[in-house]
């Protein structure tokens, strides 16, 4: 499993766009790159997930450069509601069901 | 359609005694995962269930954990003779058989144990 590091924490204003780095260096040809959100006493939920160059939905934005070995996660115009930590994971088929989250980047959006 | 179901949501044990947490998958999936999060953590996988199969437990520690996904009901998480170190919340998750590559799981509320 490809070990990940991103920022432990990161501050904004609200409206502000948010940027998530995760690093990956050693990502294998068949894994993906999956994002969640936990908030505080829930169990974290699905952002987006992506395989190369750039994907959205109407929450965020997955930008993969060409040689896959870094991802930034995209929050456009945060509010106070934003405030969670998010959690970057690398992985493919050979992991199905088992889920490896790091420590998380844990975002706090002010007003 | 509801999403999963953990219960209790607060659990309180005194060492020694037994914790039986429960999950109910989302409606249509047969696929439940089990993650602890110690305070301050990130989530760790623990064990992966479908109906009456472990796939995978290479989270649980060896003694005194145990999971089970039964045909009919819930699965359950069994903690016995707790210890303060089980201290931590809970979570579940669920996911269709269909998904891939890298499926999503749907999470739930979490249960909170606390031993005494």
């Known amino acids: 499993l490809a070990k990940t590091t991103q920022p432990i924490s990161m501050d904004s204003y609200e409206g502000q766009e948010v940027n998530i780095t995760c690093s990956h260096n050693?990502?294998?040809?068949?894994?993906?790159i999956t994002w969640y959100q936990q908030f505080p006493s829930q169990g974290p939920r699905f952002i987006i997930q992506?395989?190369?160059t750039k994907v959205t939905n109407e929450v965020a934005s997955l930008f993969i450069p060409a040689d896959r070995k870094s991802s930034t996660l995209s929050l456009p115009r945060v509010s106070l509601s934003d405030t969670a930590v998010y959690y970057c994971l690398v992985g493919g088929a050979d992991s199905w069901g088992k889920l490896q989250f790091g420590a998380g980047t844990q975002v706090v959006v002010t007003p | 359609n509801a999403g999963v179901m953990q219960n209790p949501r607060h659990l309180v044990r005194r060492r020694g005694q037994e914790a039986r947490l429960r999950c109910s998958p989302m409606?249509?999936?047969?696929?439940v995962y089990w993650y602890r999060q110690l305070p301050e953590e990130g989530l760790k996988f623990m064990v992966y269930l479908q109906k009456e199969n472990i796939i995978d437990e290479s989270g649980m520690p060896k003694e005194r954990f145990s999971a089970e996904f039964p045909k009919e009901g819930p699965s359950i998480l069994r903690i016995q003779q707790v210890v303060r170190g089980d201290s931590a919340a809970y979570f579940c998750?669920?996911?269709?058989?269909?998904?891939?590559?890298?499926?999503?799981?749907?999470f739930g509320p979490g249960t909170r144990l606390t031993v005494l």
């Open positions: 998750a669920s996911s269709p058989s269909n998904s891939g590559p890298y499926n999503e799981q749907f």
């Open positions: 992506g395989y190369k």
């Open positions: 050693n990502i294998a040809t068949n894994d993906y």
């Open positions: 409606k249509g999936h047969s696929h």
